[in-house]
């Protein structure tokens, strides 16, 4: 009687326990700054430059390049009634909690997704949760809320005061002693992008991407925001707040809904190819090596970043 008593326990057990595992989805981000392969990515034109900003000197790559996003969100719908659904990877609560991810040590990290949507499963021991039909991921939203970045210049730099770091960008008084010691350059984008007048609305925005359903990769930066693909079947009112990026650097991808309570691993690879992102210009003097010089990221710098995703 005993032992059949154990038995019919350990049957309600499991059958609870069963009920309340569906299955979940765990997610890899990664970072590099190398040119994307077999991808939408034109290759960047080395000869591409500003005329208004001097004489062009060089173009360098930062020996350290480092992204801190404030949110990844992936859109899309149920394959099933096209429902919306969304998952999100980073949404920090306050600024203090953004991390900065290092693109040039191509750095990964793990996370467990939030769901949101109609069919949603949640594990109740804390393991995450799936969708409960199968859903396409049409778009992607990224909200890069800063870069910094290590760049060695000319060694006719060193002594130089850059005029154009003693100054206010975004958030943040710069000066050039604080910025540049001898000849190297520890910077946040900032300064490098707040000089560039056709994404002059940057410098006081963070860099909001939306990637996917396009078929050209584009700066918006007049008006005030546009809605998001009418497609998306959004139960809300989401506008994409102007400046943007939208670019087609995306492929849509399918999520399957977990069976048997396994997990899913979606790897995304985020690349930002910063090979010569870096350019000097002579400024209004023209001459090179001068405080006057200005340093900023190369003629649509927004084209170099993609993002591919995986599933295993």
């Given at each position: 009687?005993?032992?059949?008593?154990?038995?019919?326990?350990?049957?309600?057990?499991?059958?609870?326990c069963?009920?309340?595992?569906?299955g979940?989805?765990?997610?890899?981000?990664?970072?590099?700054?190398?040119k994307?392969?077999?991808?939408k990515?034109?290759?960047?034109?080395?000869?591409?430059?500003?005329?208004?900003?001097?004489?062009?000197?060089?173009?360098?790559?930062?020996?350290?390049?480092?992204g801190?996003?404030?949110?990844?969100?992936?859109h899309?719908?149920?394959?099933s009634?096209?429902?919306?659904?969304?998952?999100?990877?980073?949404?920090?609560s306050?600024?203090?909690?953004?991390?900065?991810?290092?693109?040039?040590?191509?750095?990964?990290i793990?996370?467990t997704?939030?769901?949101?949507?109609?069919?949603?499963?949640?594990?109740?021991?804390?393991?995450?949760?799936?969708?409960?039909?199968?859903?396409?991921?049409k778009?992607?939203?990224?909200?890069?809320?800063?870069?910094?970045q290590?760049?060695e210049?000319?060694?006719?730099?060193?002594?130089?005061?850059?005029?154009?770091?003693?100054?206010?960008?975004?958030?943040?008084?710069?000066?050039?002693?604080?910025?540049?010691?001898?000849?190297?350059?520890?910077?946040?984008?900032?300064?490098?992008?707040?000089?560039?007048?056709?994404t002059?609305?940057?410098?006081?925005?963070?860099?909001?991407?939306?990637?996917?359903?396009?078929d050209?990769?584009?700066?918006?930066t007049?008006?005030n925001?546009?809605?998001?693909?009418?497609?998306?079947n959004?139960?809300?009112n989401?506008?994409?707040?102007?400046?943007?990026v939208?670019?087609?650097?995306?492929?849509?991808?399918?999520l399957?809904?977990?069976?048997?309570?396994?997990?899913?691993?979606?790897?995304?690879t985020?690349?930002?190819?910063?090979?010569?992102l870096?350019?000097i210009?002579?400024?209004?003097?023209?001459?090179?090596?001068?405080?006057?010089?200005?340093?900023?990221?190369a003629?649509?710098?927004?084209?170099?970043?993609y993002?591919?995703?995986?599933?295993?």
């Amino acid at each position: 009687m005993r032992t059949i008593a154990i038995i019919f326990l350990t049957v309600i057990l499991f059958t609870g326990c069963k009920k309340d595992k569906y299955g979940s989805l765990v997610h890899k981000m990664r970072y590099t700054s190398s040119k994307e392969k077999n991808g939408k990515s034109k290759d960047i034109a080395d000869d591409l430059h500003y005329t208004q900003f001097g004489n062009y000197i060089t173009s360098i790559t930062p020996s350290s390049f480092s992204g801190a996003f404030g949110m990844i969100r992936f859109h899309g719908i149920t394959l099933s009634d096209n429902h919306p659904v969304s998952m999100t990877f980073i949404q920090p609560s306050s600024a203090q909690d953004i991390g900065f991810a290092d693109f040039s040590n191509n750095a990964e990290i793990t996370l467990t997704p939030t769901l949101s949507g109609p069919f949603v499963n949640i594990n109740s021991d804390g393991t995450g949760g799936c969708f409960k039909e199968d859903a396409v991921l049409k778009f992607l939203q990224v909200i890069i809320q800063n870069i910094k970045q290590v760049v060695e210049l000319p060694v006719q730099y060193n002594g130089v005061n850059l005029s154009q770091f003693n100054g206010q960008y975004y958030q943040g008084q710069y000066s050039s002693d604080s910025v540049k010691i001898g000849n190297i350059l520890t910077v946040d984008m900032y300064p490098l992008i707040g000089k560039i007048s056709d994404t002059s609305q940057f410098y006081t925005h963070p860099l909001s991407f939306y990637f996917g359903m396009t078929d050209i990769t584009e700066l918006y930066t007049t008006g005030n925001s546009m809605p998001f693909p009418s497609s998306l079947n959004q139960n809300q009112n989401l506008d994409m707040p102007i400046p943007f990026v939208w670019s087609n650097k995306f492929t849509e991808w399918t999520l399957k809904s977990p069976v048997n309570k396994e997990t899913i691993t979606i790897t995304s690879t985020i690349g930002f190819d910063n090979e010569n992102l870096i350019q000097i210009y002579a400024g209004a003097d023209n001459i090179s090596y001068t405080s006057d010089d200005i340093i900023v990221y190369a003629p649509n710098f927004w084209e170099r970043i993609y993002i591919n995703v995986t599933i295993e």
